[in-house]
T-cell receptor, first 110, second 114 residues
């Protein structure tokens, strides 16, 4: 199964950009890259996903490396409400299994 | 409103007493799954279901059963709970699996087995 690797924790200041990295060196050609985040005492919530091209939505941007072995979630202006654990997930075509990374705990300082 | 609803949200039970955690979604999703979350281990998939009457094991299926008799419901059954099943459980659903679809998670069920 393809795995993801993320830093355990990162810290940012409010209103500054945040780049959250994820390595997925064994990704296969049909795997989508998803990012979810989990606030304390809540279920994970969708942030963004992509396959090959960079993606933007109102919450964040997803930059995918050309070889697809890594990706970066970009929060353009961090707020205190963005403090959460961010999970990089591969949805594997064929096996229908979801592989979660350990997640990155993002702390946002005021 | 799109929802994944789990019950109970909190439960303390004793070793060996069968219990069921229910999960229901109102989005007509084909794919549903269960996860457990433990400190330092992130989310691990227990079981998943591609559609009615189609279920398969995830990464940590031991000690659990599931059924998918209706599209909207996907209960998690612990036939004989043990303390190592004390955990936070999440149910999730998506339109389909493996196709870049958004996954919707329930709010979680805190289970303590004493």
């Amino acid at each position: 199964d393809a795995k993801t690797t993320q830093p355990n924790s990162m810290e940012s200041n409010e209103e500054e950009p945040v780049h959250l990295p994820c390595n997925h060196s064994t990704i296969s050609g049909t795997d989508y890259i998803h990012w979810y985040r989990q606030l304390p005492s809540q279920g994970p919530e969708y942030v963004i996903h992509g396959l090959t091209s960079n993606v933007n939505n109102r919450m964040a941007s997803l930059a995918i490396a050309e070889d697809r072995k890594s990706s970066t979630l970009i929060l353009h202006r961090a707020t205190l409400r963005d403090a959460a654990v961010y999970y990089c997930i591969l949805s594997q075509g064929g096996s229908e299994k979801l592989v979660f990374g350990k997640g990155t705990k993002l702390t946002v300082n005021p | 409103e799109a929802q994944v609803t789990q019950n109970p949200r909190y439960l303390i039970t004793v070793t060996g007493k069968k219990l069921t955690v229910t999960c229901s979604q109102n989005m007509n999703h084909e794919y549903m799954s269960w996860y457990r979350q433990d400190p330092g281990l992130g989310l691990r998939q227990i079981y998943y279901s591609m559609n009615v009457e189609v279920t398969d094991k995830g990464d940590v299926p031991e000690g659990y059963k599931v059924s998918r008799k209706e599209k909207r419901n996907f209960p998690l059954i612990l036939e004989s709970p043990s303390p190592n099943q004390t955990s936070l459980y999440f149910c999730a659903s998506s339109l389909m699996a493996g196709a870049g679809n958004t996954i919707y998670f329930g709010e979680g069920s805190w289970l303590t087995v004493v």
